[in-house]
């Protein structure tokens, strides 16, 4: 069905830094490449960030300033997303959209793109949590829809996840990572479910360490030091949160929580709720879990091995649990799941390989420990860790 390859047009909707990102990958691939977005202030910052980017590769060596200029020469900066502007997309072979969170805009936009688009054209979306069966639903040529989720930022970050609909067509999902393999990334397959593979897995990360914070166990800045000094984590998951900004984070794991029938596995934290509410959104705002304003000083952590050893612990068996469950569930395959955690989100290895290293029984027996104290069933442990705890195997095959 699809006809990918080095020589296709590449179009992308949303020019906002994941969207430029992605437009700048696939034009230093060698692509023609068509931008657009509704906002013209987008396309402008787009534009700039762009000839700042080539400007950088220059200066470093990596490019030579003829071999910038052509990359910056392949692409088409479109202002708006109306029926004008789209029809600038009649002759993209693939076609991606990294526009907002919103089920309901975004196929709206899919809509709009089959009218302009060649009937053997990709549909992509770059969506992190939302179903793909659900934009492909609302098209009247389904089986071309594809997930393909790139990180921010797209040019530096090497994962990508391909992610077909139960409606996907299996030749447009392999020619689609084909494509993305051929631009160096490194890509991974998982089924259409809420957070794919890394925001699925990750959300304890976040959401163990916030159930910490809130019963006074640590306080950020302790939660941050073990995780990096202890943990070998390269961020803290507070200084992540606010990196990656509270609102977004906030946003994601409502969502997955809300696609997963409100399991309690994946619940947000009010605590996190109460930032956004009160637009302490990280860096961007410049207060977030930790003040960034001009003569803040950085809180200093407790640096008590014994407690750092205790959150560890457990937010890592948390993280290995639902790595674990991944595999029990089918949402990826073992390989591609411990890849995803460590070329997407650069955790120091794999968590299932982890879970190996500390024994799956050691790794049981601190989710039933939570599970015992709190009685919730967000600590229920996967059927596989306990079937490979009492087995005696292995988590990574």
């Known amino acids: 069905m699809s006809g990918l390859g080095t020589s296709s047009v590449v179009g992308v909707v949303g020019a906002g830094a994941m969207g430029a990102g992605i437009a700048q990958v696939a034009a230093t691939q060698g692509h023609a490449v068509v931008l657009a977005d509704a906002q013209v202030a987008a396309i402008g910052r787009a534009r700039d960030g ?5 400007a950088r590769e220059v200066e470093k060596g990596r490019l030579t300033a003829d071999a910038a200029d052509q990359v910056l020469r392949r692409i088409t900066y479109v202002e708006g997303v109306d029926s004008v502007a789209l029809a600038q997309f009649g002759r993209c072979q693939l076609v991606i959209e990294a526009i907002v969170e919103d089920l309901a805009i975004k196929q709206a936009l899919f809509t709009a793109l089959e009218k302009v688009l060649p009937a053997d054209a990709v549909l992509a979306t770059n969506t992190s949590s939302l179903s793909v069966a659900a ?3 609302a098209c009247q040529r389904p089986a071309r829809v594809v997930g393909i989720h790139f990180f921010n930022p797209a040019p530096v970050m090497p994962l990508v996840e391909v992610i077909p609909s139960i ?3 299996a030749a447009v999902t392999d020619a689609a990572q084909a494509l993305i393999d051929a631009w160096g990334k490194v890509t991974v397959r998982c089924t259409d479910t809420p957070g794919f593979i890394v925001n699925r897995i990750a959300r304890p990360f976040y959401g163990e360490a916030l159930r910490i914070l809130e019963e006074r166990l640590a306080d950020a800045a302790t939660i941050d030091w073990a995780m990096k000094t202890l943990g070998g984590f390269k961020m803290g998951p507070f200084e992540l949160m606010d990196f990656i900004g509270n609102d977004v984070n906030f946003a994601v794991t409502r969502s997955v929580f809300e696609a997963m029938f409100f399991d309690p596995r994946y619940k947000p934290a009010l605590t996190q709720r109460r930032l956004v509410e009160a637009g ?3 860096r961007k705002a410049k ?6 304003r001009d003569g803040a000083s950085a809180p200093e ?3 008590d091995e014994t407690l750092g050893r205790v959150i560890v612990d457990r937010i890592l068996a948390m993280l290995i649990n639902e790595a674990v469950d991944a595999v029990q569930l089918g949402i990826a395959a073992p390989g591609d799941i411990e ?5 997407g989100v650069n955790y120091p290895r794999g968590l299932l390989a982890w879970g190996d290293q500390l024994g799956a029984g050691q790794v049981l027996a601190t989710v039933e420990a939570l599970q015992a104290e709190y009685g919730e069933d967000r600590y229920r442990p996967s059927p596989l860790l306990r079937r490979t ?3 005696g195997g292995r988590l990574l095959p």
Do not use: E, F, N, V
């Open 389 to 391: 705890a009492r087995q």
């Open 167 to 169: 409606i996907s067509d």
């Open 280 to 282: 302490l959104l990280g």
């Open 301 to 303: 952590p407790r640096t």
């Open 135 to 137: 934009l492909a639903g």
């Open 287 to 292: 207060r977030g879990y930790y003040d960034y």
């Open 50 to 54: 762009h000839a700042k980017a080539m």
């Open 339 to 343: 890849l995803a955690m460590t070329k």
